[in-house]
């Protein structure tokens, strides 16, 4: 976090504001690294004397076991409130900073472009809890041509992953996801490409680097981040076309794209939502085009007993609601019910950097989290 950002859209805190920012990180740090560690131990002891793992359901009973725990209830409590406390001082940084950014968000020739629909309601699994606890989730707009919901998501987003996704450019799933594509589509040369659920398009240049004769599309619910990911692509120097729609139906015409792909998306979603973006996903392709849907590792890949509880925590106090049902879903089916052709599921090997100079590798094994991504993928 102390180092130059690489983008003005960033917004710098003061010294003390700064402080404050590394005092949440390092607070995020000791309970993950420091206080996860016994509550762990704990949990497998537990484990072993109650033998949870002969039940119909081991997660949920060594859940209920570790409840009556204090020190369980309050690792809990500090986990959840420290997420908001990162939202909090975030929050409170950019608020001194809200004329600057609207200053620095005014692009006098843009390359790319930016449209917004006044009329356009989110779906109800975005609008009814702020995935992440990131007050007024993804779709919250201040308007007047704010871009200060894409600000608090992207500097947020950045000490949420403790640096692990690419530090202040948060792109290693777009990286990686676009190096899918050349390990497992070398022919494929797309000349259209869309990213659905871009967010503030930190997985969206990423496609407009490696493939930089290719016209770039990015869609997604909120006009703040929108905003927001048009004047960050801008300063990042590449060209992406930006849209306000609903990633299960957009208004883009059948067979519009090469190359359609989501990034960590999925779990965000409703069980429905899942299988009409798949469907979505393949109408927009033309004939030949691929699909790459990238994703967090799935449930029964994701390791021990304190591992998979570990996540269920995570999705349950972190409000994100849909994570079980999309971590278990069988994407090779869902695919083929699609209509996607050479379907391939596995784990991409994560990319840091250019996707082209990458050790390129896609395997049927989980490298570890951040060190490998789900994806499934297939051709219209």
Not at 31 to 50: C, F, H, I, K, Y
Not at 117 to 124: H, K, M, S, T, V
Not at 200 to 213: I, Q
Not at 347 to 365: E, I, K, V
Request: aromatic share 8%; with cysteine; proline share 6%.
């Amino acid at each position: 976090m102390n180092a130059p950002a690489p983008h003005p859209m960033i917004p710098e805190p003061s010294h003390d504001e700064m402080a404050e920012q590394l005092f949440v990180r390092d607070l995020k740090l000791f309970v993950m690294g420091d206080l996860e560690p016994v509550q762990r131990t704990m949990a497998m002891q537990v484990a072993d004397a109650v033998d949870v793992r002969a039940t119909n359901d081991p997660v949920g009973n060594l859940r209920s076991e570790m409840m009556e725990r204090a020190s369980f209830r309050q690792w809990l409590g500090l986990r959840r409130e420290s997420q908001r406390l990162l939202w909090d001082v975030v929050g409170d940084s950019l608020d001194r900073r809200a004329d600057e950014l609207a200053d620095r968000a005014a692009i006098a020739q843009p390359k790319g472009s930016v449209r917004t629909n006044p009329d356009f309601r989110a779906p109800g699994y975005l609008v009814d809890g702020d995935v992440h606890l990131m007050p007024g989730g993804y779709e919250a707009d201040p308007g007047e041509g704010s871009v200060a919901q894409g600000a608090l998501m992207d500097r947020g987003g950045a000490i949420y992953m403790l640096g692990r996704n690419g530090g202040y450019l948060n792109d290693f799933r777009g990286q990686t996801a676009m190096a899918h594509v050349l390990t497992c589509y070398p022919d494929l040369n797309p000349q259209k490409i869309v990213e659905l659920g871009c967010g503030v398009g930190s997985s969206t240049a990423p496609a407009a680097v490696c493939f930089p004769d290719a016209e770039v599309h990015g869609v997604d619910v909120g006009a703040s981040m929108l905003r927001y990911a048009h004047a960050r692509a801008e300063r990042l120097g590449v060209a992406v076309h930006f849209s306000q729609q609903n990633a299960e139906s957009t208004d883009f015409p059948d067979g519009s794209f090469d190359l359609v792909y989501t990034c960590a998306v999925l779990h965000e979603t409703s069980q429905s939502a899942v299988i009409n973006i798949l469907k979505e996903s393949r109408r927009l392709l033309r004939p030949g085009g691929v699909a790459v849907h990238l994703e967090v590792p799935l449930l029964m890949t994701i390791g021990s007993l304190w591992d998979e509880l570990s996540a269920e925590l995570e999705a349950d106090y972190n409000n994100e609601p849909y994570w079980r049902g999309a971590l278990t879903a069988d994407y090779d089916a869902l695919m083929r019910g699609a209509g996607f052709a050479d379907v391939r599921t596995g784990y991409q090997r994560a990319s840091m950097g250019a996707a082209r100079d990458a050790n390129l590798h896609f395997g049927p094994d989980s490298e570890g989290v951040f060190r490998s991504w789900f994806v499934a993928s297939g051709r219209a």
